[in-house]
């Protein structure tokens, strides 16, 4: 099983400023990352997928970089609506044994 | 409006059954592969089961083969998951969630809020 690795667990950002959280994967995964956000008591929504690919409507100050085992997502000029928590997600594997990491929430400092 | 809606949570005793569903619109819902995902307390997410858009087609982990069956009515936009043999580590909110494409893309692109089943004597 592939191991998803996201840090920090809780990242206290003040808004206006940029966070950067991490997600690492225990074997090369390419690019097939994906990143998604759950605010309380929502859905998770798609933000990310193919490491680098925004999704439909999602805001150009979310961006995903990375490949190989060590990814990043970088929001820049955070806003009240982006406090939240972020999740990373493989889908390297075929048959699907797909995994996420265990969350990042980012909260207001 | 597009969305997808769980429903069928609820308590159940160990080793008994529990069939979820979740209700789908605002797409085309029979030109998609569907998933179900779950979050136990505290714990991450966890990838369960895929279908493909015509339900032929099916992958489970490890963790709830044998046990879980992925199903889906295409009539009537709704996907099931039959759960049987449940055990007090399947406690967790059940999500489903849509796939890009009719089968197997790997990620998500939309997600219900998920149902909650308690699994205890």
């Known amino acids: 099983e592939i191991v998803m690795t996201q840090s920090p667990a809780t990242l206290s950002v003040s808004p206006g400023e940029r966070a950067t959280l991490s997600c690492r994967a225990s074997?090369?995964?390419?690019?097939?990352l994906a990143w998604y956000q759950q605010r309380p008591g929502q859905a998770l929504t798609l933000l990310i997928y193919?490491?680098?690919t925004r999704a439909t409507g999602v805001p150009a100050r979310f961006r995903g970089s990375g490949s190989g085992t060590e990814f990043t997502l970088t929001i820049s000029s955070l806003q009240s609506e982006d406090f939240a928590v972020y999740y990373c997600?493989?889908?390297?594997?075929?048959?699907?044994?797909?995994?996420f990491g265990r969350g990042t929430k980012l909260e207001i400092k | 409006q597009v969305q997808l809606v769980e429903s069928g949570g609820g308590v159940v005793q160990p080793g008994r059954s529990l069939t979820l569903s979740c209700a789908a619109s605002g797409f085309t819902f029979r030109s998609y592969g569907m998933h179900w995902v779950r979050q136990a307390p505290g714990k991450g997410l966890e990838w369960l089961t895929i279908?493909?858009?015509?339900?032929?087609?099916?992958y489970f982990a490890d963790s709830v083969r044998g046990r879980f069956t992925i199903s889906r009515d295409n009539s009537k936009n709704t996907l099931y998951l039959q759960m049987d043999s449940l055990r007090p580590e399947d406690t967790a909110v059940y999500y489903c969630a849509k796939d890009r494409a009719h089968w197997g893309s790997g990620y998500f692109d939309l997600w219900g809020r998920g149902t909650l089943v308690t699994v205890s004597s």
């Open positions: 193919d490491a680098s």
């Open positions: 997600h493989q889908y390297n594997t075929w048959p699907p044994k797909y995994t």
């Open positions: 279908t493909s858009y015509d339900g032929s087609n099916k």
């Open positions: 074997q090369n995964i390419i690019n097939n």
